[in-house]
């Protein structure tokens, strides 16, 4: 199996729920984007119609962290972060390229398995995050070559928040994410 073949398919993925924005944005759980929400000034700050120099000293001391751009990128994103769509096409390849690698190093049975199991695995993780993933069920059900375990395993990482609640986004993604690993099982 190519890893490219996993990389292209895993992008593909998850360019359908992360988004492209250009320039940096505040994480949806921070204070900052609240705010920015409750005074309907979020589409605003989003568009680039305000700027963070805009926004008065109140807005400024709240945390915005973890910033994001790209397709979801937050790793040294920064409240003044902007990229070129090359940056962030170039950006996200390499991170799934180090999220794919990690997933290897975790789950080595993936790697004589289809391109479509490691894709589907490699945006689940580029979602909710190596550390995660390496204690989940996912990762269990992988090593002990359960695929249809691995694959209900895949579908409990529909929730977010505090109480955990279903997130339709969420819940879709992790639908396609099983589906693409169950169409790679022999």
């Given at each position: 199996?190519?890893n490219?073949?996993?990389?292209?398919i895993?992008?593909?993925?998850?360019?359908?729920?992360e988004?492209?924005?250009?320039?940096?944005?505040?994480?949806p759980?921070s204070?900052?984007?609240?705010?920015?929400g409750?005074h309907?000034?979020?589409k605003?700050?989003?568009?680039?119609?305000?700027l963070?120099d805009d926004l008065a000293?109140?807005f400024?001391?709240?945390?915005?962290?973890p910033?994001t751009?790209?397709?979801?990128?937050?790793?040294?994103?920064?409240?003044?972060?902007?990229?070129?769509?090359?940056?962030a096409?170039?950006?996200?390849?390499?991170?799934?390229?180090?999220?794919?690698?990690?997933?290897?190093?975790v789950?080595?049975?993936?790697s004589?398995?289809?391109a479509?199991?490691?894709?589907?695995v490699?945006?689940?993780?580029?979602?909710?995050?190596?550390?995660?993933y390496?204690?989940?069920?996912?990762?269990?059900m992988?090593?002990?070559?359960?695929?249809?375990?691995?694959a209900?395993?895949?579908?409990l990482?529909?929730?977010a928040?505090n109480?955990?609640?279903?997130?339709?986004?969420?819940?879709?993604?992790?639908?396609?994410?099983?589906?693409?690993?169950?169409?790679?099982?022999?």
């Open positions: 199996m190519s490219e073949v996993a990389v292209k895993a992008v593909k993925v998850i360019k359908q729920f988004g492209l924005s250009l320039r940096a944005y505040p994480d759980a204070p900052l984007h609240r705010a920015l409750l309907g000034m979020l605003k700050y989003m568009d680039g119609a305000i963070w000293d109140n400024k001391a709240l945390s915005g962290a910033w751009a790209g397709w979801g990128e937050t790793q040294g994103v920064t409240k003044d972060t902007v990229y070129t769509l090359e940056e096409e170039s950006r996200l390849i390499k991170r799934v390229e180090g999220f794919m690698a990690d997933v290897l190093k789950s080595p049975k993936l004589n398995e289809s479509d199991k490691l894709a589907a490699t945006s689940l993780v580029y979602n909710i995050g190596i550390t995660n390496r204690s989940s069920t996912v990762a269990k992988i090593a002990a070559m359960n695929w249809v375990g691995a209900a395993g895949i579908l990482w529909n929730k928040g109480p955990l609640k279903i997130v339709d986004g969420l819940d879709k993604r992790r639908k396609i994410e099983a589906a693409l690993f169950m169409s790679g099982v022999r």
